[in-house]
T-cell receptor
Framework: GQQLNQSPQSMFIQEGEDVSMNCTSSSIFNTWLWYKQEPGEGPVLLIALYKAGELTSNGRLTAQFGITRKDSFLNISASIPSDVGIYFCAGQGSGGGADGLTFGKGTHLIIQP | DADVTQTPRNRITKTGKRIMLECSQTKGHDRMYWYRQDPGLGLRLIYYSFDVKDINKGEISDGYSVSRQAQAKFSLSLESAIPNQTALYFC???????????FGAGSRLTVL
C-alpha cells in the first residue's frame, strides 16, 4: 500500500509561535486533506487540496499541495491555545472515493502558555 | 444533534465478549466507514459500505464484522473481543465519489 510519512510526531510550542508540519508520500497523490482532531472528538476537515502547487488558506492555517505531488505541508500562524490537538494529513492516489485515502500518523500539537 | 452519532462513546468489556458499536448519520450520505485509531498509528480503515447491502473490507478487517442496516446506519461488531482490539473507533460518512469524510466523535473500547 501507499506509505505516508507525517512529521513531526509532536510539537511543544509557545503561544504565538508559528507551526509547520508536513507529509510526504512514496507515491504520487491526487488529493491532500488536512484534518484536526480535538480531545474527545472526531477529526474535522481543515483544508482540502486537489491540484499540484495549490496553496489554500483557512484563517490562520495555510496548506500547500507540493509540486511533485508527493508532499504537502500545513502552517499555522500565531498559534493560540485552541489550536491544541492532533493534526492528520490524508492523501489519495487514484480513484475518487474516500476508501482510497491513506492517513498520516498525526502531529500532536501542544501549546504552552 | 451531531451529523454522525456513535454509540456507545465508551465501553469496557472482557476478552471473549461480543461487542457492537453503532453509527447513525443525518448527512444523507451513501457511503459509510469504520476506522480504528491507535496512538502513534493514525487512522486505519476496517470496513466500508457504499450502499445498503454493500460491504467491503478495509486494511484491517480481521476480527471485525459490519452490518449496513439502512442508509443511515452502519454497525461494527467484534464477535469475540481481544485485548489488542482496545482502541478508539470512528465512524465516518462521505458522498458518493467524494473523498472528504465526516467523522463521528468516536467510541473508545477497552478490552480487558
Amino acid at each position: 500500500g501507499q506509505q505516508l510519512n507525517q512529521s513531526p510526531q509532536s510539537m511543544f510550542i509557545q503561544e504565538g509561535e508559528d507551526v509547520s508540519m508536513n507529509c510526504t508520500s512514496s507515491s504520487i497523490f491526487n488529493t491532500w486533506l488536512w484534518y484536526k482532531q480535538e480531545p474527545g472528538e472526531g477529526p474535522v476537515l481543515l483544508i482540502a487540496l486537489y491540484k499540484a502547487g495549490e496553496l489554500t488558506s483557512n484563517g490562520r492555517l495555510t496548506a500547500q499541495f507540493g509540486i511533485t505531488r508527493k508532499d504537502s505541508f500545513l502552517n499555522i500562524s500565531a498559534s493560540i491555545p485552541s489550536d491544541v490537538g492532533i493534526y492528520f494529513c490524508a492523501g489519495q492516489g487514484s480513484g475518487g472515493g474516500a476508501d482510497g485515502l491513506t492517513f498520516g500518523k498525526g502531529t500532536h500539537l501542544i501549546i504552552q502558555p | 444533534d451531531a451529523d454522525v452519532t456513535q454509540t456507545p462513546r465508551n465501553r469496557i468489556t472482557k476478552t471473549g465478549k461480543r461487542i457492537m458499536l453503532e453509527c447513525s448519520q443525518t448527512k444523507g450520505h451513501d457511503r459509510m466507514y469504520w476506522y480504528r485509531q491507535d496512538p502513534g498509528l493514525g487512522l486505519r480503515l476496517i470496513y466500508y459500505s457504499f450502499d445498503v447491502k454493500d460491504i467491503n473490507k478495509g486494511e484491517i478487517s480481521d476480527g471485525y464484522s459490519v452490518s449496513r442496516q439502512a442508509q443511515a446506519k452502519f454497525s461494527l461488531s467484534l464477535e469475540s473481543a481481544i485485548p489488542n482490539q482496545t482502541a478508539l473507533y470512528f465512524c465516518a460518512t462521505s458522498q458518493a465519489g467524494a473523498n472528504v469524510l465526516t467523522f463521528g466523535a468516536g467510541s473508545r473500547l477497552t478490552v480487558l
